[in-house]
């Protein structure tokens, strides 16, 4: 898991307020799955997108996640939006607190939290109703974000990048849930002020595949300009994500 660097949490609110995360692609399937009385558990919820656009929904979120400085975010969205109903722990998956069991349990985006059958079943015993599990999906090598940059740094491709939804999903009927799953590509560019932010961006992107070091700075540096454009006083720089989206009734 690469490192958030301190402007990144900016970055993905702004990224989540330009493109309606996540309740323009998981709206409507989590909200089917919510009732108004319900506990629901965000895993890896970060800096609380998830956890704030299903508090209105619900009686109580917990919104556990490893990253302290991403949970400060969250608590300080939390008070500017005046959110009462929701529960900061920070912890990562399985949990190594005790919390009680949630009526509903969402995981969008978690890669590591859903790489084993134990954690998976973790996730299934914990949920007493069902939840959801949003996943990266395959892409194209034509949809492979920074794809020329990447060539010309001589990074292996890793376009068929998959995080493992069919095996979740299989895990999941292994256990007993009704499961449903999406493929759904959708919009989730990246917001910045400065052509030097375009410049750190994307070299935080590349950042889990590869050491920038001045050579490599000098190559992105080149490549910023066809991975931009200009919108208005601002740049951004536009990518499309692609997921599975798995929800799991139990039965």
Not at 222 to 247: E, G, N, Q
Request: contains cysteine; charged residues 25%.
């Amino acid at each position: 898991m690469k490192k958030w660097p301190p402007k990144a949490y900016g970055w993905y609110h702004n990224a989540c307020k330009m493109f309606d995360y996540p309740a323009g692609p998981y709206g409507q399937p989590l909200r089917a799955l919510i009732a108004k009385d319900d506990t629901v558990l965000d895993l890896g919820c970060g800096i609380g997108a998830a956890s704030i656009m299903l508090s209105p929904w619900c009686g109580k979120i917990i919104a556990m996640d490893q990253d302290e400085s991403a949970l400060s975010h969250l608590a300080a969205n939390m008070q500017d939006l005046n959110i009462h109903n929701i529960e900061i722990l920070h912890d990562s998956w399985p949990s190594k607190t005790s919390i009680n069991k949630a009526d509903v349990i969402i995981a969008l985006h978690v890669q590591k939290a859903m790489r084993s059958f134990s954690n998976v079943k973790s996730v299934f015993e914990s949920a007493k109703k069902g939840g959801f599990i949003a996943s990266q999906a395959p892409v194209s090598e034509q949809d492979e974000p920074f794809r020329e940059l990447k060539e010309a740094l001589g990074i292996q491709p890793n376009f068929e990048k998959c995080d493992n939804a069919c095996y979740i999903k299989g895990a999941l009927e292994a256990l007993g849930a009704n499961v449903t799953c999406e493929k759904k590509v959708y919009d989730f560019g990246q917001p910045l002020d400065t052509m030097e932010e375009v410049f750190q961006f994307i070299s935080w992107q590349l950042s889990a595949d590869f050491t920038v070091d001045d050579t490599a700075t000098k190559t992105i540096k080149k490549f910023t300009d066809l991975y931009s454009k200009k919108t208005d006083d601002k740049y951004l720089v536009p990518l499309k994500r692609h997921c599975c989206a798995i929800s799991f009734v139990k039965a």
